[in-house]
Structure formats: C-alpha cells, structure tokens
C-alpha cells in the first residue's frame, strides 16, 4: 500500500443526508435481528442465569447490526429466505459481541463503556464477561449448524468453516494479537492495512460471502463478495480510526481519543487525518468495483458501503 497518499484534493465522502435511507433501514432491520437473537439467545432461572443474562446484555445493547444487515443485502441478491440470512446474520452477531467482550477486558484495550453503557466487564465482572464471550462464540456454530439455517448440510458446513476461518487466528483474532503487538510500535501503513482487514474487515467478509452461500451462488460471486467485504471492512476500520480523533463521545457510546492514548497504529497515526480520509474513499471505491458482476441487483449493497464512510458512530 502505498504511504504517500495526497491531501491536495479533498475525497468525495458521502454526506449523512445521503447515507438516511441505509441508516433507516437499518432501523428497521434492528428490531427483527434483535428478535431473531433473543430467541436464540439461552435464558435460565438456574445456578449459570448469570452467564445467560451476560450474553444477553453484550448481544442485545443496542448494537448497530451492520454485519447481520450486509449479509441480508448480499443474500437478497440471491433471494434467500429471511429465517436463513437472520440465523447466519445473528451467528455473526454473536461472534462480533463476543470480540467486542474480551476486547474491553482490561488486559486488551481497557474500555469501561460500550453502546453508551458501562462493558461487560463492569456490568457483572471479568470473569462472568470472559465465559460469557467464550459462550456466545460456541452457541453461533450451534445455530448454523443447525438445520433451521439451511436444509442443505454443504451449505451448513461451507458457512460453519467459513466462520472459523474469518473469526481465529487467520482472521479477527490474528488482527487483535497484531493490533496489541503494534502498540507503541514504529509501523507503515501497509502493516496497519492487515491488521485491519484482518481484525474488521475478516467478519465483514465473512457476512457478504455468507449471502452467497445461503444463496448457493456459484464460486466466482461467494469469491467477489468475500473480496468486497474484506475491502469495505477495511473501510469501516478507517472510519473507526477517524471517529477516535473527530467523533462525538455521546455518538460513538464509548471513550474517544483512546487509540493515540494507548499508542495504537492507525491510518490517522501514519497518514494523518485528512491521508486517513483519502485511503477510506480509496479503499471503497475499490469494494464497490467488485459488485460490477451482479449488476442493478446489488445497488443496496453499494448504498451500504457508502453509508460506512458516511457514519458517525
């Protein structure tokens, strides 16, 4: 990746007027995934309630649900039904809540506030908010296995792989362990650029692709939409950087300013913000290129992608 990025013209973000109608839809989206994922999630009156209620406070506090939201407009490419895209969509849900869990822990990134209320950690406490991030990873291979994701076992076992591979040490959690490595650390963007693909962009990935799956779509589309979903997950991570320097505390719901703080390698610490802005649009646009092969079909999934530059929490 290039370091040298130019400042001399500024990049062409969409406002957020332009970006109203994904975030209306996403709205909407909100209150069925929330459904789907209180039906999936486990409650109990017993001796491990306080698991249960821990999961259930993490998955369900008014999360954004972007991941579940861009599997449903890749699967609705395909045309494949809502009870399959919601299970998979809540399955990545649960995978994201749980990174989101240990990364708030205090031996990694030390946050007290999540979604504008206090971490999991501090709601209950380090131990119960480790087991329940551990729970809510093995319970998403549970609902895609089942048979009420798909009738098809290929399918099944193709997306069980599938969010492994993007959820372990080759994907998020390999980004996390880099993530922690580069604190403090003299590191190029080109480094920064895998750390981020890797700990955002590899659920992104995964959430388009699973679309393509569901849909049984041939190799070639499943290999696009996983390509366009690393690269806008790229994209949300250099947003996320940005909204650390210029964001809103109330908006974001967490601590701002925490990345130059704990040294943390981000495009805005290696290119600034305005290099940082330039390689978002950049890196979009090169996403949006890789939907050309569906078409009109996937101009929902193009608006997506111009709402993640557009966000400001």
């Known amino acids: 990746m290039n370091n040298a990025v130019s400042s001399a013209v500024a ?16 709205g909407a989206f909100g209150g069925t995934m929330a459904a789907t994922l209180d039906s999936l999630l486990p409650q109990s009156d017993g001796p491990e309630s306080k698991l249960f209620d821990a999961m259930r406070y993490s998955a369900l506090g008014s999360g ?14 395909f045309d494949v039904p ?24 205090p031996a990694m990134d030390d946050d007290d506030m999540r979604r504008g209320r206090p971490s999991c950690h501090i709601e209950f406490d380090e131990a119960t908010a480790i087991l329940a991030g551990d729970a809510l990873l093995t319970l998403s291979f549970e609902v895609l296995a089942s048979v009420a994701t798909h009738p098809d076992p290929q399918v099944r076992a ?3 792989m599938a969010l492994a591979a993007r959820s ?3 994907g998020m959690v390999g980004g996390q362990m880099i993530d922690l490595e580069s604190e403090h650390a003299a590191v ?29 779509a041939g190799e070639d589309a499943v290999n696009m939409l996983e390509t366009f979903g690393f690269e806008l997950g790229l994209a949300f991570q ?4 940005l909204l650390d320097v210029e964001g809103d505390e109330d908006d974001v719901g967490k601590k701002v300013g925490k990345d130059a703080e704990a040294g943390k390698a981000t495009f805005v610490s290696a290119l600034g913000v305005d290099g940082a802005r330039h390689e978002a649009r ?25 709402f993640v530059l557009a966000r400001n929490n």
Request: charged share 25%; proline share 3%.
């Open 282 to 306: 950049r890196v979009t646009d090169r996403a949006l290129s890789r939907l050309d092969m569906f078409g009109e079909r996937a101009d929902e999934l193009r608006s997506v992608a111009e």
């Open 168 to 170: 372990g040490g080759a």
């Open 188 to 216: 190029d963007a080109a480094l920064i650029a895998r750390l981020e693909t890797m700990k955002t962009g590899a659920l992104i990935a995964f959430s388009s692709a699973a679309g393509g799956v569901l849909g049984r």
């Open 238 to 241: 250099i947003t996320d950087d």
């Open 11 to 26: 990049p062409e973000i969409p406002t957020d007027a332009s970006a109203a109608p994904v975030k209306a839809a996403l």
């Open 82 to 105: 809502e009870t399959q895209y919601l299970r998979a969509g809540a399955a990545v849900e649960m995978v994201h809540a749980y990174s989101l869990i240990h990364d708030d822990l």
């Open 64 to 77: 954004k649900f972007i991941r579940p939201y861009i599997l449903r407009t890749a699967a609705s490419i």
């Open 158 to 160: 193709d997306l069980v």
